[in-house]
């Protein structure tokens, strides 16, 4: 199994900029997709991005488009999500899961298709 780390998350004014990491330990996410969830309070978790094993396809929800990027460091084992323009409603708990599994292109966008879960980083825009 999996061990995933989020880091990075905090407090930011409207318009700025944070950037999420996801460490992986326990065994390599080089052949897993990789997703970026978010859940605020009251709200049911919602994808935002996700990116193949291979890096060759990214995949983003219409709230996350133009403003997001998801990349991913297979030698460090990590994932990033670089997220600018933030807006209050992106204020979230930020999730990132691993899928192990699916061809070259595959960018899972649902909770169920993934099995490892990180605890999450809280994210917090103020207007």
């Known amino acids: 199994q999996v061990q995933l780390v989020e880091s990075g998350g905090g407090l930011v004014q409207a318009g700025g900029s944070l950037r999420l990491s996801c460490a992986a330990s326990g065994r390599t996410v080089s052949s897993s997709a990789m997703g970026w969830f978010r859940q605020a309070p009251g709200k049911e978790r919602e994808f935002v991005a996700a990116?193949?094993?291979?890096?060759?396809?990214?995949l983003y929800a219409d709230s996350a488009k133009g403003r997001f990027t998801i990349s991913r460091d297979n030698a460090k084992n990590t994932v990033y999500l670089q997220m600018n323009s933030l807006k209050p409603e992106d204020t979230a708990v930020y999730y990132c899961?691993?899928?192990?599994?699916?061809?070259?292109?595959?960018?899972?966008?649902?909770?169920?298709?993934?099995?490892?879960w990180g605890q999450g980083t809280q994210v917090t825009v103020s207007s």
């Open positions: 899961a691993a899928n192990r599994g699916g061809n070259y292109y595959y960018t899972p966008m649902h909770v169920h298709e993934y099995e490892s």
């Open positions: 990116i193949s094993w291979s890096g060759v396809t990214t």
